[in-house]
């Protein structure tokens, strides 16, 4: 059963605009979440990561905000550049585990 | 970058064959990962190792091996390949809990 859900297998902006990827979670155990960007024929890379302290992270143009009781978090782009163009995997752990659970990933195009 | 290398990055194989995927690290990170990316189903963990000869089992372990005699090495074999192994496996390196993990570039399998 899938404990981190990404509905939205894509998603195309324009650049300049802002993008907005989602991500739902089942599991209320869970207190540490992170985004991974990936490139085709490459290994993911680790983008942003939030704690269940804390509601909102920012670093430069990415932001993530987690919302604990509708169990959501998004990853916010702005301003959203042509290099973004990539599949996103938002990822979550709970306490003394040695996992990632990962969701299915969204593909962002940026239009230029 | 974390220095992780995957060999081979591309096999073809035959079903039934054996099937040795190696991941070599130089940051000597205590924890490695195997896991494997499917459409529809993002990364999900085939089995894992937290020392020298420690592993254990992630989601999706049945019909895969690992071994770890070297810090440096984590060895993925299936015994006897199916179809349904046909995948992109990837290996990690990184720490627990907060999930911060450096994936190698991955290596593509197909089973015929």
């Known amino acids: 059963d899938q404990q981190v859900k990404q509905n939205s297998p894509s998603l195309s902006v324009q650049e300049g605009r802002i993008s907005i990827l989602n991500c739902d979670y089942t599991n209320s155990m869970f207190d540490y979440f992170l985004w991974y960007k990936k490139y085709p024929a490459e290994g993911p890379t680790f983008l942003i990561s939030i704690s269940s302290i804390k509601d909102k992270n920012e670093d430069g143009r990415f932001t993530v905000f987690l919302n604990k009781s509708a169990k959501h978090l998004s990853l916010h782009i702005v301003p959203s550049q042509p290099g973004d163009s990539a599949v996103y995997f938002c990822?979550?752990?709970?306490?003394?585990?040695?996992?990632?659970?990962f969701g299915t990933g969204t593909r962002l195009t940026v239009i230029p | 970058d974390a220095g992780i290398t995957q060999s081979p990055r591309h096999k073809v194989t035959e079903t039934g064959t054996p099937v040795t995927l190696r991941c070599h690290q130089t940051?000597?990170?205590?924890?490695m990962y195997w896991y494997r990316q499917d459409p529809g189903h993002g990364l999900r963990l085939i089995h894992y190792s937290y020392g020298v000869k420690d592993t254990d089992k992630g989601e999706v372990s049945d019909g895969y091996s690992v071994s770890r005699s070297k810090t440096e090495d984590f060895l993925l074999t299936l015994e006897s390949a199916t179809s349904s192994q046909t995948s992109v496996y990837f290996c990690?390196?990184?720490?627990?809990?907060?999930?911060?993990?450096?994936f190698g570039e991955g290596s593509r399998l197909t089973v015929l």
């Open positions: 990822a979550a752990s709970n306490p003394g585990a040695n996992n990632l659970f």
């Open positions: 990690a390196i990184g720490g627990q809990h907060t999930g911060e993990l450096f």
């Open positions: 940051e000597n990170h205590r924890y």
